[in-house]
Each structure stands twice: as C-alpha cells, then as structure tokens.
Nanobody, 115 residues
Framework: VQLQASGGGLVQAGGSLRLSCVAS????????MEWHRQAPGKQRELVAA???????NYADSVKGRCTISRDDAKNTVYLQMNSLKPEDTAVYYC??????????WGQGTLVTVSS
C-alpha cells in the first residue's frame, strides 16, 4: 500500500490550496483518514481527521479555514485550506488508519505560505 500526497506549493498569505492523498494497493476498510503537518523544528501534529462515518475533527489552529473530505471510491482524502497564514508552512502528511489498526503514511507535500 502506498499513499501519494500532492497539491502543496508556494502561496501568498490569504491564499488557498487543496491537498490530495490517494492510496494505491489494497487497504482493508479504512477507519480514518488524516492530515498531519510538521513545521521546521517542531513536532508533527494532527491537522484534520475524518472517520468512515464522516465525522471530522480539526486542530484549533485551522478550524474555520480548512475542510477535510474523502472519496472512498477513489481511496482519496482531500484537505481544502483557505486563508492560509505563514504559520501554516509545513510538510503535510496524510495517514490512513485501517479497521485492523494498520497505519499508512504518505511521503509528504510541502506547503509554503509567504507573508
């Protein structure tokens, strides 16, 4: 199983980006899809998560600015990020969690927000 994240790039503050993460290979029943990020010199943190039932959870720092969604038919999770701030600069990683407890991480996509 491989996760391929894409959609990162350089954007000015106030701009928007849409990240995508698609899984290839066989994953037995995905329980949750998540986006994490790691800024330089900081620990990786959870940004947003969505369960198989569609429940979502967001970090306080992105609430109201980001929307996570999923397309199970495509094994894909998205993160729409609006009103981006320089402090959103980080490498963004996707993670899929299966009902069997397996975790799969993507390779990361770099988001850089200029002021």
């Amino acid at each position: 199983v491989q996760l391929q994240a894409s959609g990162g790039g350089l954007v000015q503050a106030g701009g928007s980006l849409r990240l995508s993460c698609v899984a290839s290979g066989r994953i037995f029943s995905i329980k949750a899809m998540e986006w994490h990020r790691q800024a330089p010199g900081k620990q990786r943190e959870l940004v947003a998560a969505i369960t198989s039932g569609g429940s979502t959870n967001y970090a306080d720092s992105v609430k109201g600015r980001c929307t996570i969604s999923r397309d199970d038919a495509k094994n894909t999770v998205y993160l729409q990020m609006n009103s981006l701030k320089p402090e959103d600069t980080a490498v963004y990683y996707c993670r899929f969690v299966s009902v069997r407890g397996s975790n799969y991480w993507g390779q990361g996509t770099l988001v850089t927000v200029s002021s």
